[in-house]
C-alpha cells in the first residue's frame, strides 16, 4: 500500500516556485531518502506535505487521500509525525512538556513517555530539566521521541543527523532501521551517504526542487550512492 505519493507537485512559497513536478512514494513499512544539496527544496517537500508550502499542480495524497488542505497542526492527528530540521526543542519547556506536544497533537497508539523513555532512557533521566540544556545528540532522541509521541503513520525526518557526532549518528542509524515496520514508515532527508545507506531502502535526489534521480539502496555501496547523488 501506497502511505505518500506526491504526483507532479509544484511547490510555492508566495510567487517563488520552489519544487518543480515533484513525485514520489512512501510504501507503508517503507524507509525512503531524499538526498540533495543545500536549498534543493528538500524542506519544501517537507512543507508542501503540511501545507506550509503551497501546492499549486499535482497532488499529495496520504492513506489514499488527497491532501489539499492539511496543514501542519492537523498533520499529525492524520498520521504524519514530522522531526523539523534543527529539531526545534521548545526552550523553556522540560524534556517531559516536549515530549507531551507531541502526544497532545497526535493519536493514541503504543507510543507514551513510558514507552518513549525505554527506547532513549537518557529522556527519563532528564526528564525535568529543560530539554535545550542536552546535548546536540540527546536533543535529537528527544526530538524524535517528541515525534513517536504522536503515533505516526509516516515519521519525517529533515536531516536529524545535522551537527552530531558519527559515533551517535551509527546509534540514530540503528534506531531508525529499529523504529520503522509494519505499522510505521520513514521519509528521510539527509546529506549524510552514510545514514542513508544504512537507514534507506530507496532513495530520490533532489536538485533544483526537481528528482533528477532515484534508485534502490540494495547492493550499493556507499560509493555508489555518492556517485548517483552527484549532481
Ligand atoms: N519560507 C520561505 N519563503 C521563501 N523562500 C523560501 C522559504 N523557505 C525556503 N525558501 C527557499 O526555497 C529554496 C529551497 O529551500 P529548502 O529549505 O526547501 O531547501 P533544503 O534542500 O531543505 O536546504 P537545506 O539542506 O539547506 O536545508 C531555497 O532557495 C530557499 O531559499
Ligand atoms: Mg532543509
Not at 199 to 209: E, I
Not at 215 to 223: F, H
Request: hydrophobic share 45%; glycine share 12%; aromatic share 4%.
Amino acid at each position: 500500500m501506497t502511505l505518500l505519493r506526491l504526483q507532479s507537485v509544484d511547490g510555492y512559497y508566495g510567487g517563488a516556485r520552489i519544487l518543480h513536478g515533484v513525485s514520489l512514494e512512501v510504501g507503508a513499512g517503507e524507509r525512503v531518502a531524499i538526498l540533495g544539496r543545500n536549498g534543493v527544496g528538500k524542506t519544501t517537500v517537507v512543507n508542501a506535505c503540511l501545507g506550509i508550502a503551497r501546492v499549486r499542480a499535482g497532488q499529495i495524497a496520504f492513506q489514499g487521500q488527497a491532501q489539499a488542505s492539511i496543514r501542519h497542526f492537523t498533520a499529525a492527528r492524520a498520521g504524519i509525525a514530522v522531526v523539523p530540521q534543527g529539531r526545534r526543542i521548545v526552550p523553556g519547556l522540560t524534556v517531559r512538556e516536549n515530549l507531551a506536544l507531541g502526544a497532545a497533537v497526535g493519536r493514541p497508539g503504543k507510543w507514551n513517555f513510558e514507552s518513549v523513555c525505554d527506547l532513549f532512557p537518557i529522556l527519563r533521566e532528564r526528564a525535568d530539566t529543560p530539554g535545550t540544556a542536552m546535548s546536540g545528540g540527546q536533543q535529537q532522541m528527544l526530538a524524535i521521541g517528541r515525534a513517536l509521541m504522536a503515533n505516526p503513520a509516516l515519521l519525517i525526518l529533515d536531516e536529524p543527523s545535522e551537527g552530531l557526532a558519527p559515533v551517535i549518528v551509527d546509534e540514530l542509524a540503528a534506531t531508525l532501521v529499529r523504529l520503522a515496520g509494519e505499522d510505521t514508515s520513514i521519509l528521510l532527508i539527509e546529506q549524510n551517504f552514510s545514514l542513508v545507506h544504512r537507514v534507506a531502502q530507496r532513495y530520490y535526489v533532489l536538485s533544483k526542487g526537481a528528482v533528477v534521480d532515484q534508485g534502490t539502496v540494495e547492493g550499493m555501496s556507499m560509493a555508489d550512492l555518492k556517485k548517483h547523488v552527484a549532481v
